[in-house]
């Protein structure tokens, strides 16, 4: 029998017609005739919608928060933590008042739950409940929020992980570290979390072997946040960046450049190392101190090594012209030994106590004497 190939294109329009009526997870939300049909609720951050997305209603936030917070203190932890999980899917506008405190119970839930995936070791779970935090109630305390956030990362980048169940061992992930570091300077509002967690981030980029992430990173702390104390630091990391990419003399110059501005202007503007920050213990501050003189010495000691790169590339320049010019230069009879001589002087202006400088000196004056 054949098959009436128009009259499966109608079933197919219709088909899809009607499953897109209503969009995913609303058909059963909707009712006609009321104002409320086209009013929706997506939890920011859940990453995928839920069939039903109205906020949860006040009654059973309460009845979740009471119940979670008595079994926490009862120290039934688990049935705390499924409790206090069920807002991490819907948000909740309820506040409660305890003890003459105000209470959001959407965020508080989200926080203690954190907090108790952290105590279980559970960092990265911890990190997402806080970021949705961040993310969805704009409100709450971030002080608190950012600071856990900053704390969690950190334990992620640098400390052993616990292992999953007490048994499975956890791995890992430089990009995961990065990823949630960039999360944190995009999320904080102020200079008191986003540069911590650029400068941060630029390092587990080193370590990584991500030097541009790292250089973007520290260059946003230095143009966003530039009377942070951290930006002292951030002009040293990123001339060294630059100076462990020269290839020599006889290679292109860029990195070269790079390295010795960063290294200038390190040097210029932190004469001295900035003063105390009112979000920095005394004990860092001290050790910030100590670090900063050897970065001093080490800034001044590259300087010099790129002004000699610098120069000692102006001379093989300089030999270049001077022996092969004339095959390439235009007016090269006209010009002479001007273009040559013209780079050996840069090179002794560049860095006059080098050796490049005294081999650029005897070339001019050989040069000079041809002429006369």
């Known amino acids: 029998m054949k098959f009436d190939k128009s009259l499966l294109f ?35 951050g859940t990453g995928f919608f839920k069939k039903n997305r109205d906020p949860i209603s006040d009654e059973q936030s309460k009845s979740w928060f009471d119940e979670a917070a008595k079994a926490e203190r009862d120290g039934d932890v688990k049935k705390a933590l499924d409790l206090y999980e069920n807002f991490s899917k819907r948000r909740s506008d309820l506040r409660i008042n305890i003890n003459d405190k105000v209470i959001q119970v959407g965020p508080e839930s989200l ?20 970021r949705l935090i961040a993310e969805a109630y704009t409100d709450y305390d971030f002080e608190r929020v950012a600071e856990s956030l900053m704390r969690i990362a950190e334990r992620l980048a640098n400390d052993k992980l616990p292992r999953k169940w007490g048994v499975l061992p956890r791995f890992r992930s430089g990009s995961q570290d990065r990823l949630r570091l960039n ?17 941060a981030l630029s390092e587990i980029a080193i370590k990584d072997k991500k030097e541009d992430e790292a250089v973007d990173a520290l260059e946003r702390l230095i143009n966003l946040y530039p009377d942070n104390y951290l930006c002292e630091e951030a002009y040293f990391v990123l001339a060294k960046i630059f100076e462990d990419r020269v290839t020599g003399p006889a290679y ?9 501005n ?14 105390k920050s ?20 080490d800034a001044e000691e590259g300087r010099r090594k790129m002004r000699e790169t610098l120069s000692a590339s102006k001379v093989v320049v300089g030999k270049y012209i001077e022996k092969y010019g004339k095959y390439f230069l235009t007016h090269w009879r006209e010009l002479g030994n001007k273009p040559a001589l013209q780079f050996y002087n840069e090179a002794i202006t560049t860095a006059p106590e080098s050796e490049a400088a005294r081999e650029a000196e005897k070339k001019v004056a050989e040069l000079r004497s041809g002429n006369e």
């Open 10 to 44: 109608l079933l197919l329009i219709t088909f899809f017609s009607q499953s897109f009526a209503i969009s995913p997870g609303g058909g059963n939300l909707r009712k006609k005739g009321t104002n409320s049909d086209n009013k929706e609720f997506l939890f920011p």
């Open 111 to 130: 926080y203690r739950a954190a907090k108790i995936r952290e105590d279980m070791g559970d960092w990265q779970k911890a990190f997402s409940r806080l």
């Open 183 to 199: 999360q944190i300077a995009s999320l904080a509002r102020g200079p008191r979390f986003a540069p911590r967690a650029l400068m």
């Open 252 to 260: 292109d110059q860029g990195a070269t450049l790079k390295a010795l």
């Open 262 to 275: 960063f290294y200038e202007d390190y040097l210029i503007l932190y004469p001295k190392s900035p003063l």
């Open 278 to 297: 009112k979000h920095e213990s005394l004990e860092n501050y001290k050790l910030r101190l100590i670090a900063a003189k050897q970065r001093k010495a």
